[in-house]
């Protein structure tokens, strides 16, 4: 279901490293799910975030160009670029965190931090934040939990029922 979403992480120093928007399912028991599934794996999440970047208008147009018919609304090759470039698609929503994690090499992704503050569209956000040691998730209500005493999943889900 088309819940939009924000995943985050912030670094040791309070700078946003990871902004990636999510097209897909922003609901606590979906993309909070997800995320809350990375942040067991904060450590390596932390250790990746060295090999994430910005990237720039030029470069993504460039990787638009160099595959047939893409552009940035994504047309026949989108699975293909989903694939490719999990980094810059909308589908990957959360799980940039494996992304980010996992990756050898350099990860450039597209600041969405903006979208954090449009209150009509962004219906969560899921926030990994070094700074503080907290694992927070914004859907209706704040929930914070502690990077090293993180919930199961039940846990994490009863705590936005009122």
Request: glycine share 8%; proline share 3%; net charge negative.
């Amino acid at each position: 279901m088309g819940t939009r979403n924000l995943t985050k992480v912030i670094d040791k120093n309070g700078v946003i490293k990871v902004a990636q928007y999510g097209q897909w399912d922003g609901y606590p028991s979906g993309q909070g799910v997800t995320a809350l599934y990375h942040a067991h794996n904060a450590k390596m999440i932390e250790a990746g975030l060295a090999r994430v970047r910005w990237g720039t208008d030029e470069e993504f147009q460039a990787i638009y160009d160099s595959l047939p018919q893409m552009n940035y609304l994504g047309t026949d090759d989108s699975n293909n670029f989903d694939l490719l470039y999990p980094n810059l698609t909308r589908n990957t929503c959360a799980d940039i965190l494996g992304v980010v994690a996992y990756s050898v090499g350099e990860v450039i992704l597209a600041d969405s931090s903006d979208f954090e503050s449009d209150d009509l569209f962004c219906e969560g956000v899921y926030t990994i934040d070094f700074q503080r040691m907290k694992f927070i998730s914004k859907f209706g209500k704040v929930v914070e939990f502690p990077l090293d005493t993180l919930p199961t999943n039940e846990e994490y889900l009863e705590a936005f029922r009122d």
